[in-house]
């Protein structure tokens, strides 16, 4: 469906933009660690989105529990063997949204409607502690939007986009323990380097309409400065971190 495809990209990016990513990965890493020291008890700790694990404070989260699950729709071989290094952690190849299964279907018959989102893997869990989402969450529909593209429009893409990340909030809602999420929101386009832009500053909602809390933190991730993307444009996106989601969603 592409999704290897763009963990490989991830990860090429990742090289690129190291310097420039730091400080939101480290951001992210404080508040995986700040968010699991609210957990009730210490059994089991789940990650969705773990991907290459630069922002997941792997080595401090398998000492404070007794078994880490690392989800994700891939596993790239540096992850495997990180978690190799640990004796309780373990990779969860897993889709978050439960409708992947579904995708091939819809697209080859568009008029119906698009397959929904209705996670429920881990709901029973009774030893499921903390859960954290990690910068998963603009990600959902992302590639499904992309494998559909062909045969959809765009308003239904929109429309799969919005229900898979509604669906993903009221799941960390539901899911037994402490659960915590991190995400971009919203994409800003400015001219290199600080310069004033022209007109008004292009921005992108990543999570189609949806609107999330006010967070416990935000900040500024540089997540494609200039050339990444463009070559005189940098490309940042706005981060929102709940360290208690159930609160913060009410
Ligand atoms: C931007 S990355 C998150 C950053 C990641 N922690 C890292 O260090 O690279 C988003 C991750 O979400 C995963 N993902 C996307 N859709 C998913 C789904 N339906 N279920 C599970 N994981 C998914 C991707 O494979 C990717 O690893």
Avoid at 65 to 86: G, K, N, Q, S
Avoid at 98 to 104: E, N, P, T
Avoid at 106 to 129: C, G, K, M, Q
Wanted: with cysteine; proline share 7%.
């Amino acid at each position: 469906m592409g999704f290897l495809k763009s963990s490989i990209q991830v990860r090429a990016r990742y090289k690129r933009c190291k310097s420039a990513w730091e400080a939101h990965l480290e951001q992210t890493r404080v508040m995986v660690l700040r968010a699991a020291q609210l957990a009730p008890r210490r059994r089991k700790a789940l990650v969705f989105g773990a991907g290459l694990l630069h922002d997941i404070p792997l080595r401090q989260l398998s000492e404070m529990f007794e078994l880490v699950v690392l989800a994700d729709i891939v596993h790239l071989w540096p992850c495997r063997l990180e978690a190799l290094r640990y004796g309780n952690v373990k990779l969860l190849r897993c889709d978050a949204t439960g409708a992947l299964g579904q995708l091939s279907a819809a697209a080859r018959r568009p008029a119906l409607p698009p397959p929904a989102s209705r996670p429920r893997e881990f709901l029973d869990d009774s030893v499921l502690d903390f859960t954290v989402s990690v910068n998963l969450l603009s990600q959902l529909g992302w590639v499904p939007g992309l494998f559909l593209g062909k045969s959809c429009s765009a308003d239904q893409i929109d429309a799969l986009k919005s229900q898979f990340i509604s669906a993903h909030l009221e799941y960390l809602r539901r899911l037994p323990g402490h659960t915590s999420l991190i995400t971009d929101t919203v994409w800003s386009a400015l001219p290199q380097n600080g310069t004033a832009p022209a007109g008004p500053t292009e921005e992108w909602d990543v999570l189609s309409g949806v609107c999330l809390p006010e967070p416990d933190h935000a900040w500024n991730w540089s997540i494609a400065p200039a050339p990444e993307r463009s070559p005189h444009t940098d490309y940042t996106a706005r981060v929102h971190a709940y360290t208690d989601w159930k609160s913060a969603f009410g």
